[in-house]
């Protein structure tokens, strides 16, 4: 080996043990790409994964809003492990745990769920009221569930259910199709507060709404009463008639 080669691999041999942080075109620690599984931040994965239905920070989205402190007061971290993990069968809720076909790590979903208690999950005061469990196993009774909802409900979802000046129907085969018995419960339970369904007790976002004026809060027996009603509306094949595309019998028409 001549000299100036001696020095240029003692240089090179210097260079690979000096480390080569600062070699040109070498991406910096913050320029290296994230891999999706690496992702801890409760805002981005929220964003990422739940915004488009349950809404842009937690509320007015199609599914039911999840910045809600008395429904994160309900749900536990063990239940909303479970629905964010498996998803709601035969529902748009999917699973998001990966052996269950989803994009998150387990550690990944604890992240989302304690995220929500962290970051929404502040005061349910609900002063001394003995709140209706989330979660419950007993069987309504759709007449029963009937009634209560002329004294409870029909000022704002109209006689029957099929809608009012100030909410629309909740006896919809359409959606009934696209909700579960336990979203109904919990709609029941903790109202919609990002639209104006007020809670369990008759109450909004704390103050009592005017149409449930002087009727006392359900009982865990009356909410699965109203579940019961609701899902008596259900029919074996939800949704509009296919359109008759002009014949008049709406059958056997071929698409041309
Ligand atoms: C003060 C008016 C008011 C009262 C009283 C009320 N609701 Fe509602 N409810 C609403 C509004 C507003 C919505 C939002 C959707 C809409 O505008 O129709 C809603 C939505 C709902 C939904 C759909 C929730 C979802 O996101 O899927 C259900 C189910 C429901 N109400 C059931 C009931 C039942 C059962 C009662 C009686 C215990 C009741 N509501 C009482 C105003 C009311
Ligand atoms: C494609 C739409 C969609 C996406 C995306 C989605 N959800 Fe849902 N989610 C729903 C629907 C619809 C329901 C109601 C299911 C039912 O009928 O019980 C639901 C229900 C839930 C419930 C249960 C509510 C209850 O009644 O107790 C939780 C908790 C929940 N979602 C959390 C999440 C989280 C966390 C994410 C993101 C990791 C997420 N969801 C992403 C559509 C979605």
């Avoid at 090179?12 to 994230?34: F, Q, R």
């Avoid at 929220?46 to 809600?68: E, K």
């Avoid at 208690?117 to 009937?146: C, E, F, I, M, N």
Wanted: glycine letters at 14%.
């Amino acid at each position: 080996m001549t000299g100036r080669a001696r020095t240029f691999s003692m240089l090179l041999a210097g260079l690979l043990l000096a480390g080569c942080d600062w070699m040109p075109g070498k991406p910096t620690k913050a320029e290296e790409p994230v891999l999706p599984t690496d992702v801890h931040a409760f805002n981005t994965l929220y964003t990422a994964n739940c915004s488009g239905c349950h809404g842009t920070n937690g509320q007015f989205g199609a599914a039911r809003p999840l910045n809600d402190p008395l429904y994160l007061s309900l749900a536990d971290t063990a239940y909303l492990a479970q629905v964010t993990g498996e998803g709601v069968h035969d529902t748009l809720m999917p699973p998001f745990a990966r052996k269950q076909g989803g994009g998150l790590t387990n550690r990944q979903v604890s992240d989302i769920v304690n995220g929500m208690h962290r970051t929404w999950g502040t005061s349910a005061d609900q002063s001394g009221t003995a709140v209706p469990p989330l979660v419950s196993g007993t069987k309504g009774d759709a007449a029963r569930g009937a009634a209560l909802f002329e004294t409870h409900c029909s000022a704002c979802h109209g006689t029957g259910g099929t809608g009012g000046s100030v909410a629309g129907s909740v006896v919809d085969s359409a959606y009934l199709a696209l909700v579960s018995d336990q979203a109904l419960r919990s709609a029941i339970i903790c109202g919609r507060l990002d639209l104006g369904m007020p809670d369990w007790k008759g109450t909004l976002n704390g103050s009592p709404v005017p149409q449930r004026e002087g009727l006392a809060p359900l009982t865990d027996r009356q909410v699965s009463d109203l579940v019961a009603f609701l899902a008596s509306h259900r029919v074996e094949f939800a949704g509009a008639p296919f359109p008759s595309l002009g014949n008049p019998r709406g059958s056997g028409t071929q698409v041309p």
